[in-house]
């Protein structure tokens, strides 16, 4: 009599849970083998495990990324990732700046030998181009040590970071031959400059002008004349942080005309207004503004409808000592967000009916790892993709207070929201980064995921 075959054996087994994916939701079991998935089946015995998470009346989601985190600020990358992982976040893409003097090159391995070097999340990079006549020319290093995103400022001139039109199409033409994706910061820099020079030559520098300097005008021009610019140059264009509802149907249009064109929102953009920054004062203070309640309504139903396709945190605290001034316009712009990121989208958003749990899981998920080059490993919960999970209790309540955040500032702009909805269970690669609340994931676990370039896709 032949011997019996052995039953196939799992690292864990996520068994109990609802899998949701970008377009369903399942009641299925995964099983985990050598930090991957690797089974995906109606009921996993749990004799088939060495280890079993019950997931039972919780949702089980893949993991989150952020693509949109600036380490150069209150936190770097190493304490942030613990922040982002007590958030649910499971990837990070962080920006690297190479300042005036740095080449590429210099910047990437300064960054990977220090501060990425400490990660307890998995990261990929984008690149800030804040020099671009010297910079341009380096653009095929990056790619070399796989960096295929790169991001100009539309704004700024007076700190040297602004790329004039002509040198922005420069950049999207070489990003777009080498096969990239090129993210701009879209707003009207030079009239920006003039207003702010304006209030302050004549005195007017209390909150209330804050938002005044920065009007969404001259932010959904800007935003017009990228697509325009990236439609010439046959590049794929990421529009980060969207504040204007003006925004989401330009994009609508120029996605309907088959350009590739992705909106990326914020969660303070989603549910805060110019009100909020007016009632919290100075540390609420960010670029671009807050808008009105219209523009939240419209960035939603861009998220709904699949116009906005992707969510970052723009996470980018500064100390409120440095944020607290009598001129508005010293202030450093920038807030703590990655940590609320998750909670503040799941509730305000699929408990309140704005987005479905799907959707949610299309924008925080998968779709920054198609756009950035991590799908399939990242982003998915399909047979062979990395074991990136969050298991998510839908009851599980929480009062938001900066005393019991992780980030290295004393605020938050959400403090005594009460939202429904956290992450209790999160694994990267099989391996345990969030249990009930804390993280239990070591400093240098987490690891640099170079991309290739590729085609620029979202579901």
């Given amino acids: 009599m032949p011997e019996r075959m052995t039953m196939e054996q799992f690292d864990t087994a996520v068994v109990g849970g609802l899998v949701v994916g970008p377009d369903r939701i399942e009641p299925i079991d995964l099983g985990i083998r050598d930090g991957r998935i690797a089974a995906r089946e109606a009921s996993i015995d749990p004799s088939r495990s060495r280890r079993i998470i019950d997931a039972s009346g919780k949702y089980v989601l893949p993991g989150v990324l952020d693509p949109h985190f600036h380490p150069q600020y209150g936190d770097k990358l190493t304490p ?15 920006y690297v ?43 095929p290093t990056a790619f070399e040590r796989g960096i295929t995103s790169f991001k100009f400022f539309m704004a700024y001139r007076r700190r040297g970071m602004m790329a004039e039109d002509d040198m922005l199409m420069e950049g999207m033409e070489r990003i ?8 701009v910061h879209a707003e009207n820099g030079l009239c920006i400059d003039r207003l702010e020079q304006k209030f302050q ?31 010439l140059a046959d590049c794929p264009l990421y529009l980060v942080h969207q504040t204007t509802g003006e925004s989401v149907e330009i994009i609508r249009r120029a996605r309907e005309s088959g350009q590739a064109v992705i909106g990326e929102t914020c969660p303070q953009y989603l549910v805060m207004t110019n009100d909020d920054l007016l009632q919290q004062g100075p540390i609420a203070i960010l670029t671009p503004p807050y808008r009105t309640q219209w523009d939240n309504e419209t960035l939603w139903a861009g998220l709904a409808d699949g116009t906005m396709s992707t969510i970052g945190s723009d996470h980018s605290p500064h100390p409120r000592a440095n944020k607290v001034k009598d001129n508005v316009f010293e202030s450093p712009v920038g807030t703590p967000q990655v940590e609320t990121m998750l909670p503040i989208v799941y509730d305000r958003g699929v408990n309140e009916g704005r987005i479905t749990l799907q959707r949610l899981v299309a924008v925080m998920c998968e779709n920054p790892a198609r756009v950035f080059g991590l799908y399939p490993q990242k982003g998915n919960l399909q047979v062979g993709a990395d074991a990136d999970v969050v298991v998510l209790d839908p009851t599980r309540e929480l009062t938001i207070e900066a005393s019991e955040l992780h980030s290295s500032v004393d605020y938050n702009t959400y403090e005594g929201w009460k939202v429904a909805g956290r992450p209790v269970h999160t694994l990267q690669r099989g391996r ?4 009930d609340g804390e993280v239990v994931a070591e400093a240098g676990q987490g690891e640099y995921i170079p991309v290739k370039p590729g085609p620029v896709d979202v579901v």
């Fill in 80 to 94: 942030g990732s613990i922040t982002a992982a007590h958030g649910g976040i499971t990837t990070m893409i962080p």
């Fill in 97 to 139: 700046y190479a300042y005036r003097g740095m080449t590429i090159p210099e910047a990437i391995e300064q960054f990977l030998e220090g501060d990425g070097a400490g990660s307890v999340l998995d990261y990929g990079m984008h690149f800030a181009i804040l020099d671009p006549p010297n910079q341009i020319d380096e653009l």
């Fill in 176 to 183: 777009g031959r080498l096969g990239g994706v090129t993210m």
């Fill in 201 to 231: 030559t004549e005195g007017q520098t209390s909150i209330d002008r804050f938002e005044m300097s920065r009007p969404k005008p001259l932010e959904y021009e800007a935003v017009n004349r990228a697509v325009q610019i990236a439609a």
């Fill in 432 to 435: 345990d980064i969030l249990i």
